[in-house]
């Protein structure tokens, strides 16, 4: 997009207010004078990206490529350079800055999130981890005493629809994703040729482990236990692994007036029965695992004629892939009895994976020991959500900041979190990164 159609498009998109928070507290300033982390910066440029792209319900859609994700990009850049950071576009579509440590034989320190959003999405998810990298590395870069490492502030393309700027870098993207469709009807490829990165050589980002000497990215829980509980900061102790399976049952249609109940080979009973027995076994297991059965379809699907098919979609998550892959096996023998009481079949094809991956230990208790001293309670929790860190984990040891959810809602224009807990993460993060510019090689 020319520059001068993104300042158009801002313009259009950039109501006088959104009022998403309340005003900054007389702490917010106190701690400004600690550390130099600035809450009202953090909240104004929450605001701004907040409004572009900006729905009636109070959410945002920042689709990967579309418009409104050039210009928050851009308007990021414009930011970044305003730190002293240099800012690239990688093949990837990444947009990073880049501030200069005191030893440039060091491999850099990364921090960062996304700015892109689900359709009718929120305000927080993605955004927060972006600001608040951007804002411990504008302390960091005015404080006149860089740290050892290098340090970059990464804003990765398209989190929200396959994490295709995090798992390029991983080398997990190919070639042929280039062609799938994403959110906003374009293209995977021409979604990334529209921020700049390049299609053609979407392989070439892959990035050598130990390139980075680590990763924290700061994000919103996107779940409840936080607020619920009071935490102040969440300890992430790893992303879930998520499998994912196409599961059909195979009856025999016919006439919904003339079959008896007793001889029907009804594929739709077997399929609901399967779906409650998923969520009964996956309670009954200790642990925090969960499955979901997410989608279901009837063949033919007419009031009159008996379910000869049912397609349906199961989704297994957890810290651990051997449960995962506990769970699906008892899955399997659970449809199979389940289908053969009811004279049908049941099959079972996986067609997605998302390894678990775990946080670096030494990384956890540097969160842990920031936050403590900090003043701030905290938790050790698993994201259940997926998350750029669980791709650059393949890089190198990676560590996540959760701040509160309030109600656990996410993806939603209902999603919040306030300028104080937000400020409190980013502190954290500051601190964070500090600490392990001391300790790692």
């Known amino acids: 997009m020319p520059r001068s159609t993104r300042r158009q498009f801002l313009a259009r998109t950039v109501p006088a207010t959104t009022a998403l928070w309340s005003a900054p507290t007389f702490a917010s300033t106190l701690q400004t004078v600690r550390d130099g982390v600035q809450g009202e910066r953090i909240a104004s440029r929450m605001e701004t990206i907040a409004r572009i792209g900006a729905t009636p319900e109070g959410g945002g859609s920042r689709t990967a490529g579309s418009d409104a994700d050039l210009a928050a990009r851009e308007t990021f850049s414009g930011w970044l350079r305003e730190a002293g950071l240099a800012v690239r576009t990688d ?42 990298a951007l804002e411990a590395a504008a302390v960091i870069a005015a404080s006149g005493a860089p740290l050892r ?17 995090s798992r390029a870098l991983a080398g997990e993207v190919t070639q042929e994703e280039m062609d799938l469709p994403v959110y906003g009807g374009l293209t995977l490829g021409q979604a990334l040729a529209r921020v700049g990165g390049s299609p053609e050589r979407i392989t070439e980002a892959a990035l ?26 969440g300890v ?39 779906l409650v ?62 289908a053969r009481r009811n004279q049908t079949e049941i099959t079972f094809e996986p067609y997605y994976l998302s390894r678990a991956a775990p946080c670096d230990p030494v990384f956890m208790n540097t969160v842990e020991a920031a936050a403590n001293d900090l003043g701030f309670s ?26 509160p959810s309030r109600d656990g809602i996410s993806h939603s224009p209902r999603e919040f979190t ?11 993060l500051l601190e964070t990164l500090r600490r392990l510019d001391g300790v790692l090689g």
């Open 91 to 132: 093949l990837a579509g990444n947009l990073i800055g880049h501030l200069p440590g005191a030893d440039s034989s060091l491999p850099p320190l990364l921090t960062g999130s996304h700015l892109d959003s689900v359709p009718e999405g929120g305000n927080f998810d993605g955004v927060i981890g972006s600001i608040a």
């Open 149 to 165: 490492h290098p340090l970059e502030v990464a804003v990765f393309f398209n989190e929200e629809n396959g994490k295709t700027g």
């Open 208 to 233: 050598e482990p130990g390139h980075y000497a680590g990763f924290v990215e700061l994000h919103i829980e996107q779940g409840p236990t936080l607020a619920t509980e009071g935490i102040e900061i």
């Open 236 to 274: 992430v102790q790893g992303i879930v692994g998520i499998r994912r399976f196409h599961v059909r049952v195979s009856g025999f249609a016919n006439h919904a007036g003339t079959t008896a109940m007793g001889i029907r080979r009804d594929a739709l009973v077997t399929a609901g029965r399967f």
């Open 277 to 338: 027995a998923v969520h009964e076994e996956t309670q009954s297991w200790p642990g925090r695992q969960v499955a979901t059965v997410g989608r279901i379809e009837a063949h033919p699907g007419a009031p009159n004629v008996i379910p000869g098919a049912v397609d349906l979609s199961l989704e297994i998550r957890d810290l651990e892939m051997e449960t995962i892959e506990a769970l699906y096996q008892r899955f399997q023998e659970l449809g199979r009895e389940l």
């Open 378 to 403: 905290n938790l050790r929790l698993p994201s259940g959500a997926g998350h750029d860190a669980q791709s650059i984990a393949v890089l190198a040891p990676v560590g996540m900041i959760f701040v």
């Open 418 to 428: 306030s300028v104080a807990d937000t400020t409190n993460g980013t502190r954290v």
